[in-house]
């Protein structure tokens, strides 16, 4: 199993462009997040999907949106580039509930808007 | 609201030994710990639960108070791959079972 994989591993981006960063597993877990990372900062929830066709906001949604239309992918997608979206961006998974259950990182992608 | 991790930095010599607190002000259902290495993934470490269950790697030791609502996580007879970065994440009664909110992080770096 290759687990979580996420593409691409670095981006540079103008101000105003849009992006779709890409996140797979192939656990056939119905539960995955995206999370961004500050420079020396915790995991901030953008957005969750419980399973194919669901999706809900996290802590810091705006300027981001998901989509899920199959179990294995979980999209995220930047229309307005803004400096303040440069982080890290991980994607991850859970078999069930996040309460309940480990969640699986993919390798993250850094994106940098300038 | 993030739940608040103590101390910031750590510094060890191998072999000692070290506790990171995190501390929420919301009920919860469960305290949730990782460790990042720089430039990698957070790598899960264990679930405490509401309750007294817990899930994880045998060889790593925590508690959770759940009236306090704070969770501990004992690191004994440190070892150079223990550096990196601990995090806590809680699930709360007010955030639902379906998401983690994450503390900002203990840094912990052990020397030889």
């Known amino acids: 199993n290759a687990g979580v994989t996420q593409t691409p591993k670095f981006r540079i981006l103008k101000i105003g462009q849009s992006m779709t960063l890409q996140c797979t597993q192939d656990?056939?877990?119905?539960?995955m997040y995206w999370y961004r990372q500050d420079p020396g900062m915790g995991l901030k929830l953008i957005y969750y999907s419980v399973g194919a066709g669901i999706t809900d906001k996290g802590e810091v949604p705006n300027g981001y949106n998901v989509s899920r239309s199959t179990t294995e992918d979980f999209p995220l997608r930047l229309e307005l580039a803004a400096p303040s979206q440069t982080s890290v961006y991980f994607c991850?998974?859970?078999?069930?509930?996040?309460?309940?259950?480990?969640?699986?990182f993919g390798p993250g992608t850094r994106l940098t808007v300038l | 609201q993030q739940p608040v991790q103590s101390p910031q930095a750590v510094i060890l010599r191998e072999g000692e030994d070290a506790v990171i607190n995190c501390s929420s002000s919301k009920a919860l259902y469960s305290v949730h710990w990782y460790r990042q290495k720089h430039g990698e993934a957070p790598v899960f470490l264990m679930i405490?639960?509401?309750?007294?269950e817990q899930k994880g790697h045998d060889k790593i030791s925590a508690s959770f108070n759940e009236k306090k609502q704070q969770s501990s996580l004992y690191l004994t007879a440190s070892q150079l791959s223990y550096s990196g970065t601990y995090f806590c994440g809680t699930a709360s009664s007010s955030g639902g079972y379906n998401k983690l909110i994450f503390g900002a992080g203990t840094r912990l770096a052990v020397h030889p």
């Open positions: 991850a998974s859970s078999e069930g509930q996040a309460h309940y259950n480990e969640q699986f």
């Open positions: 656990m056939n877990h119905n539960y």
């Open positions: 405490l639960l509401k309750g007294g």
